[in-house]
């Protein structure tokens, strides 16, 4: 079951919202969908779901156009609430998974089934305003869980919750994903997504910028090497060849290494100082990268 954007591209005005965006969600895999705000996440996801139609480009579950029928195989949550406020949280869920076709015994089975993994099982009889805005995330995720879907589509799903139920959701996220289920998650919690995601997506100006595997995105990113030398004074690399100095403070200094750099030179640069005490090469985080790729 792959999902798949093909050439994506959508326009308000004179807004370029998505140019011509295309990756896919394979079977199985955790796919980070990071962005800046506006970037065009939220309208690439919408455009998946069939809430706002494409200028141009198609989507495809397993080579499939989304229509009706497939849309109602997907699981989404939006990042905006799109629960109803006052209806109880059992009743609710129930509710949606018979509108996706389940039985009014199958949904209750669900509901009993999801709101037990999220912790939320004491809750059903509540309406959803009178939960924190952590449970109310909860049951959104529920939402999108209760009628088994083949798909994932999730905006935003770890904004607001706590640790605890940060572990809870990546556990359940990576559960669905063991079963063969494409999963695509929305999050600017790059250190969340680094961890748990096989590929990563990155959009920034409604383009595409990179996608791959975090090492293969790392991979691509500048050497940086880090020196721990307390008596270095700043500037101390400058002058050095194919070295540029990105920041310095506290004894350490990061350095960018380009054509010409001579690591055994720098190191005997820094023993000129004093002691060095750490000389180790730092390969970039995907929060350095998407700042990098943001800037560019």
Known sequence: ?????????KRYGDVVALDDVTF?????????????????????????????AADSGEVRLDGRPVDLQVRRTIGYMPEERGLYPKMQVGAQLSYLARLHGLSRSE????????????GIAERVDDA?????????????????????PRVLVLDEPFSGLDPVAVDVMSDVLMEKAETGV??????????????????????????????GT???????????LEVHAPQAPEGWA??????TTVAHGGGRTVLVLGNGADDQQILRAALATGPVHEFSVRRPTLTDLFREVVAA
Do not use: Y
Request: net charge positive; charged share 20%.
């Open 107 to 118: 949904a209750d089975a669900a509901v009993t089934r999801w709101t037990s993994r999220l």
């Open 182 to 211: 494409p999963v695509i998650f929305s999050s600017h919690q790059l250190d969340l997504v680094q961890r748990l995601c096989h590929r990563v997506g990155i959009i920034s100006k409604g383009t595409m910028r990179a996608v």
């Open 24 to 52: 896919d969600v394979r079977p199985g895999e955790l796919f980070g969908f990071v962005g800046s705000n506006g970037a065009g996440k939220t309208t690439t996801m919408r455009i998946v779901l069939g809430v706002l």
């Open 1 to 9: 079951m792959t999902l798949t954007i093909n050439g994506v591209s």
């Open 238 to 243: 400058a002058g050095l060849p194919g070295v």
């Open 214 to 224: 975090v090492d293969e995105l790392r991979g691509h990113g500048e050497a940086r």
């Open 128 to 148: 959803v305003d009178a939960l924190s805005l952590g449970n109310q995330q909860r049951v959104q995720l529920a939402a999108a869980l209760v009628h088994d």
